[in-house]
């Protein structure tokens, strides 16, 4: 598709639909840009922070599928994004550039205790998606993911097919996850062919003139895993069905926020650092700073994070110490135990009409107020949604709270319900209803000062402490303890 020169674009679904994937939201024009793998070099993240100070508000945010999103832009002309492509920023087949990133650990090639680096995966993978105009016919929502069995792992972060590495009898395989198909081993060099299998089959099978697009997972449903296999055996020169049949005899045991603060890497003498971004927001001063600092100290790269952080990696060991005052200088932190690191939340009412609440800003207050209240010496991972979708994360929280807004005096006051740990319900079992945003603070504060005392006695994660008991002897232990 060509696109007019010189003049800025408004219409972006109908001049440049495949470049970016821009859509119109409630605050303005949304653009998202896939970084397979989360990977950016430094000239693209020059590129980027100059392409968001020059359309956007100065900023960027990294989304829960490790790419970037930059609202509000203005102005674009089909040269900035021309140049933009030609750094390796968006597909060069711009018809498929609205498909989900693919996305793999943040610390591959780097990881410690990976059985296997998926870099290679992704850009084989990446570079036939931008080869083959006739995927444009996938849904949006098709999304790949590769978790390589290192330390840092995205097997809870949902992709619509999943290839998880494990290792049986001195071999390394990749675990299939195609809806509740979980017991297929695949060879390294034949993840390719069976997503190329899978796509096949959905676009044999789904209307093309549709605008809204059925999702793999509904066909699943649908026809049966079975019969979708069945039917993928066509484009391959192996059964699929054949290894349904094979049990495993290890589960994956995935780990969270492993990736913030220093880690040693697989190469001796080297490190990465984890950087929290206070939910995924990135200032486009601060993101010319990162690139330099990793230009300088590291190999150039960021490494952006499902869980909307970053990573510098490959840093000498000795230059640590300078580049964790270079981080705190920027205003950033890098510690594990702070309660930003591990904080999620989708758009809110100030970006999507479906939100009854102001999550990010609230998510945000919440965390400044507990930074000035408590001190962790673990990890909660807290969840904002301002509706039951949960966008910004679909794998499980410590806490949960899901907007709502409360009748009060013939007026409506923003609250929210809440949920803890991961048992029943998709976001925990529910443990408040409408609390209103005024005593959220307070509530949570109360809840972990518990967990605080009591975890001495050896519970594990905040989650997995409140699944121990009874809703009912956790309102009462929060009630009596937290007086
Ligand atoms: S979770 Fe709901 S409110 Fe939040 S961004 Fe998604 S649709 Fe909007």
Redesign the pocket.
């Known amino acids: 598709m060509s696109c007019p020169k010189n003049e800025p674009i408004t219409d972006f679904q109908s001049v440049c639909p495949g470049l970016f994937y821009a859509t119109p939201a409630r605050d303005g024009i949304l653009s998202r840009i896939r970084i397979p793998g989360g990977i950016i070099n430094s000239q693209q993240g020059r590129a980027i922070a100059e392409f968001a100070e020059r359309f956007g508000e100065g900023y960027v945010h990294v989304t829960n599928r490790a790419n970037l999103q930059i609202r509000k832009i203005q102005g674009i002309t089909p040269e900035v994004l021309t140049t933009l492509q030609k750094v390796g920023l968006a597909a060069t087949l711009t018809e498929v550039d609205h498909l989900r990133n693919i996305m793999a650990s943040p610390t591959a090639g780097i990881d410690l205790l990976e059985l296997i680096d998926t870099r290679p995966l992704v850009r084989e993978l990446d570079a036939y998606i931008c080869g083959h105009p006739e995927l444009k016919g996938l849904s949006p929502k098709f999304s790949v993911g590769f978790d390589g069995g290192g330390a840092v792992s995205i097997c809870e972060q949902k992709s619509e097919i999943g290839f998880w590495a494990i290792a049986l009898k001195n071999n390394i395989y990749f675990q299939l996850i195609l809806g509740d198909a979980t017991n297929i081993l695949l060879k390294p060099e034949e993840c390719l062919s069976v997503v190329v299998a899978i796509a096949q089959v959905y676009l044999d099978n789904v209307d093309q003139t549709l605008t809204r697009k059925l999702r793999l997972k509904h066909l699943l449903q649908d026809k049966g895993v079975e019969w979708y296999l069945q039917q993928a055996e066509r484009y391959l020169p192996f059964s699929l069905l054949k290894r349904l049949k094979s049990t495993l005899d290890k589960s994956i045991n995935p780990k969270k926020y492993h990736h913030l603060g220093v880690h040693p890497q697989r190469q001796a003498g080297l490190s990465y650092i984890g950087i929290i971004l206070p939910l995924g927001h990135l200032s486009s001063k601060q993101l010319h700073s990162l690139t330099k600092l990793a230009e300088n100290y590291g190999s150039g790269s960021l490494r952006l994070t499902p869980w909307q952080n970053l990573l510098i990696s490959d840093i000498p060991n000795s230059s640590i110490p300078h580049v964790k005052d270079e981080i705190e200088r920027l205003g950033l932190d890098y510690r594990a135990n702070q309660i930003q690191g591990s904080l999620v939340a989708?758009?809110?009412?100030t970006?999507?009409?479906?939100?009854?609440t102001d999550?990010k800003k609230q998510a945000l207050d919440l965390a400044d107020y507990l930074k000035k209240h408590i001190s962790l010496d673990v990890p909660v991972k807290i969840h904002f949604?301002?509706?039951?979708?949960?966008?910004?994360d679909h794998g499980k929280s410590d806490i949960t709270l899901l907007?709502t807004l409360i009748e009060k005096d013939e007026t409506f006051v923003e609250g929210y319900h809440i949920y803890v740990g991961d048992k029943e319900h998709p976001f925990g079992r529910e443990l408040y209803t409408n609390v209103s945003i005024a005593k959220v603070p307070q509530q949570i504060l109360q809840m972990l000062e518990v967990y605080q005392i009591k975890r001495t006695e050896g519970f594990g994660s905040f989650g997995k402490f409140t699944n121990r008991y009874t809703i009912a002897k956790l309102r009462q232990l929060f009630h009596e303890e937290g007086q």
């Open positions: 989708c758009t809110g009412k970006g999507c009409t479906s939100s009854a999550t949604s301002g509706c039951p979708k949960s966008c910004a907007g």
